[in-house]
């Protein structure tokens, strides 16, 4: 089995608000040049061996990611079944 | 003219959707559950607001692969009528039947207003009973409304009129105070406004019933000239 961790973010032409609204939290929090703050989200998949890189790219633009306002890239890791 | 209201898991305005063709209108309407997979027999398709499947993942991204989209699809690429409200505009634009996307609101909050509107091209078969940059009071209840949509495909809005709506003040952040639009074709319209909600005095005002007689007069303008 292969487990996959795909990363979702808004692009970067994309204005986040809740990012925006984190840093001002942060900034009230005494937490002093906090450049930035973007929120994402994390998709964890558990696929065969079989399941190729190109496949997983399509999951991500049929589904899992809409690429007309985010953007996303992924890690897969080798799992080891007991 | 008969249509078909689509009820979705989570679907919430499709009572106020029907109610506003079959009682305020005076036309024909049915509730078509999403497991359906047949539109035959309808002039036009209305998808509701709500949280359909619980805005997982994202707002209308699951919908869109419920049995009855195949045939919306069909239908909308037949040239008929298919109008999507609030988060049946959501579910339009990740079905790829508009372009762009709604995403949250600049304020984060949900936005449970009434709002001023400006009809931007009354040229379509959805605006024809109101004037040109007619203003008119719809109410607003959005989380996700905010449209977005990149440079190139702003201007292709543009250069086809498919902006129908913008807000006269910008309430979620949308681009070009975009409200709702309709594809090239103009058989699609995806508003966020719920002009459902606005179709009596008795529960705040009428100006949402022009959208749907215009509808009605496209609907036997279309019966003439076909027969």
Redesign the interface.
Known sequence: MKKVTVAVA?RE???D??GV?VKGGLSQLGFAGVEEVRIGKRIELLVSDETTDAMIHEMCQK??V?T??EDYRFDVEEVTTV | MKFAVIVFPGSNCDLDMYHAVKDALGEEADYVFHTETSLEGYDGVLLPGGFSYGDYLRCGAIAQFSPIMEEVKRFAAEGKTVLGICNGFQILVEAGLLPGVLHRNTGLKFMCRTVELKVENNETRFTSDYAAQETITIPIAHGEGNYYCDDATYAMLQTNRQIAFTYTDNPNGSRGDIAGITNKAGNVLGMMPHPERAVELLTGGTDGLKLFTSLVKQGAHHVKTTV
Do not use: C, F, G, T
């Open positions: 808004l032409s994309i204005l608000p809740q609204a589904l899992l809409n007309v306002m």
